[in-house]
């Protein structure tokens, strides 16, 4: 078992999200590699930031997202674990368009020392991008950038994963659920 789980998500949802990145792209920010650091190298982005108080934008993709959070709690820990949570999304979302030959370009997982209560992360690709997927290194799987397709996986050291750098745009809606 690898425990990331791959949902699909309606592409109208996926629509209303590329509308509003592409009404807001004057508040895109560079994407970051780690906290604090600017390194197209390792990540050549923009990304989007949305922070909780503005989440009824993006409201239907939440509605979606929770329900497949229940599934995958379901799937994965609540058949041996009876207490555990409560989790929930506690920082921002990220809209993150990555340009023709851009993206996270190296291996990276989702859990660090300041980030350490996140548990879980999800990822929505918003286009389908040939060549543009993600690849996760110890499970040894390479998921596709196909329109709608959710995955949930592990925030930890064990799921370390990288995006496959295509030659042209994707663009992705991500984010981590957290202990509250």
Partial sequence: ???IELYKFDENIC???LNYYNSNKHLCVPGM????????KSK????????PENFIVIESYLVELKKSLQKYIKTHISKHLKHWGPIG????INIQYYPPNGGYKIYHTERGPK????????MTYLTNTKNGGTHFVNQNKTFECIKGDTLIWPA???????????????III???FSFK
Avoid: C, Q, Y
């Avoid at 590699?33 to 197209?40: A, K, L, P, R, T």
């Avoid at 999304?89 to 921002?92: C, F, M, P, Q, S």
């Avoid at 980030?115 to 999800?122: D, G, I, P, S």
């Fill in 156 to 170: 930890d050291f064990t799921h370390i994963h990288k995006g496959v750098i295509s030659n042209e745009e994707k």
């Fill in 89 to 92: 999304i506690v920082e921002g």
């Fill in 15 to 17: 629509d209303s999200i």
């Fill in 1 to 3: 078992m690898n425990f």
């Fill in 115 to 122: 980030t350490a209560n996140r548990e879980l992360v999800f």
């Fill in 44 to 51: 050549e982005s923009n990304d989007l930031p949305i922070k």
């Fill in 33 to 40: 590699f780690g906290d604090e650091e600017i390194n197209h």
């Fill in 174 to 176: 991500t984010g981590w």
